[in-house]
């Protein structure tokens, strides 16, 4: 069975404050991992994709990172607008349908 | 071009009561899915479709029902309401034969059954 865990749980920030949000997985072969942000009262919406082991994304100030084992997020001088939930999902296996997420980082960042 | 549209957004039921959540999606997708969202859960897949007039059990399908008729559109039922329903439900929909795997959401149903 697919394995993914997002950690911290959350994260609070000062603006300007870079950090990373830490994806592991635990799959047997893997398709691509996704990263999307969720607003409050929103549905999540796609920022990445990710298919082989030491890609990188890149999209204003998220940078998106692919190891055999984990996925990192980092945010380089957030400002507050970059408050969201991040969600982590991959997608595995012969199948090209089924995601499985990650229970996500609800990053605050602070004026 | 709205994308995946979810109706109602909102929605109280008593227990034992039914409803029929909608989704509509206006991109030609193949897939569509319903999955809802706890806290500290993460997203849960219900059930899902390949194309028009199948569907499949997902993770959590126990309490629900699913049809799609047309292509565009995915139902979601509860035919007998219960408290552990009260969630968040999302619908996405995925392109397929392009290599990219990339799921598209609604904004959600927010349901609370009392």
């Known amino acids: 069975e697919d394995q993914v865990t997002q950690s911290p749980e959350a994260l609070r920030l000062q603006e300007g404050e870079s950090s990373s949000l830490n994806c592991s997985y635990t799959?047997?072969?893997?398709?691509?991992l996704f990263w999307y942000r969720q607003d409050p009262g929103k549905g999540p919406e796609f920022l990445f994709t990710?298919?082989?082991a030491g890609e990188e994304k890149e999209k204003e100030r998220l940078k998106a990172t692919l190891t055999k084992k984990e996925s990192f997020l980092h945010i380089t001088a957030p400002k507050p607008e970059d408050s969201a939930t991040y969600l982590c999902?991959?997608?595995?296996?012969?199948?090209?349908?089924?995601?499985?997420f990650g229970a996500g980082t609800t990053v605050t960042v602070r004026a | 071009n709205a994308g995946v549209t979810q109706t109602p957004k909102f929605r109280v039921l008593k227990t034992g009561q039914s409803m029929t959540l909608l989704c509509a999606q206006d991109m030609n997708h193949e897939y569509m899915y319903w999955y809802r969202q706890d806290p500290g859960m993460g997203l849960r897949l219900i059930h899902y479709s390949v194309g028009e007039g199948t569907t499949a059990k997902g993770e959590v399908p126990d309490g629900y029902n699913v049809s799609r008729l047309k292509k565009q559109n995915f139902l979601l039922g509860l035919e007998s309401a219960a408290p552990s329903q009260t969630s968040v439900y999302f619908c996405a929909s995925q392109v397929t034969g392009t290599g990219r795997y990339i799921q598209y959401f609604g904004a959600g149903t927010r349901l609370s059954v009392l």
């Open positions: 999902a991959v997608q595995a296996g012969t199948n090209d349908y089924k995601l499985s």
């Open positions: 799959v047997s072969g893997l398709r691509g």
């Open positions: 990710l298919y082989s």
